[in-house]
């Protein structure tokens, strides 16, 4: 199968044209470069620049031989947040599969004087992606649950935040548990711990979208090469980089899509 991908953002997402090249491209986060080694390693990937992933929809609408691999955030949160298309993607494309299911959580320094949110006294300031992201929405409504004093400041990229929470210029740092990521590296470099998981409904995930003209066999072809089962190799792969691969496809996929979006449209109807 031929395909080309175009990365979104770095951590969003990318696009796939199946009908063109085989040479990969990535300027990704770790996670993404991980699952596309292991579940489809032939894909171009090419960074696109932003727009809150609009341009990137925006291809995959336009496009009838592509499909779309997008974070809950380009598939939830910008949708709920108000982004800059004028309808939500996700009802205009075909949902596939989902490829990966992580947890949020929110780091703190190893010397960090709390091991509780609930024990933290003054104020607080956490960072996370983006203005109007994941993390935004979980730390408002988590702190209007605490009632504790708290700023959240957005950033564009995880290594700053992470440089400014090592260096005492913020307390926490709002990210996703392993896959080699920022926060996978707090825990085995020893220099953060974890003060609070969020609930299981708020996991980020890896999402398929595909153009509702892809033919039938090319999507059938895509699901058949990341259903397949795992090599030896691949095994060790996912195990090395702790990423924890959830493939569903079909009903089960639509179900957990339904279930992520009341989630989020629940919560953002609670944050004031």
Known sequence: ???????????????????VSQTVYTAGEQQINTVKDILFPNL???????????????????????????TTSAVHIANLEGGYLPQDPTKETELLATLTRSKQAIFVGTNFPYNKIAD???????????EKGICSLLMKNLMQNYKIDFTYVPYKLA???????????????C??????????????????????????????RLYVFANKELP???????????????DNQE???????????????????????????????NLKGEVK
């Open 44 to 70: 171009v990937i090419e960074k696109v620049p932003g727009a809150q992933g609009a341009l990137a929809w925006q291809k995959v609408l336009q496009n009838k031989n592509s499909i779309i691999v997008a």
């Open 235 to 265: 095994e060790l792969l996912i195990k090395n980089s702790n990423i924890n691969i959830d493939i569903n496809v079909g009903e089960e996929a639509v179900k957990i899509f339904n279930t992520e979006r009341k989630f989020w449209k």
């Open 120 to 130: 933290i006294k003054g104020k607080w300031f956490v960072g996370g992606i983006g």
């Open 159 to 173: 290594q700053q935040i992470s440089n400014d929470m090592l260096g005492g210029h913020i307390d926490g740092h």
């Open 1 to 19: 199968m031929k395909s080309i991908c175009k990365t979104l953002l770095a951590s969003v997402f990318f696009v796939c044209n199946l009908a």
């Open 216 to 230: 039938q066999d090319k999507k059938e072809e895509f699901i058949k090469q990341i259903t397949r089962q795992f």
């Open 175 to 204: 990210t996703t548990q392993g896959g080699l990521n920022v926060g996978d590296q707090y825990l085995r470099n020893n220099t953060g711990k974890i003060i609070h998981t969020f609930e299981k409904d708020s996991f980020p």
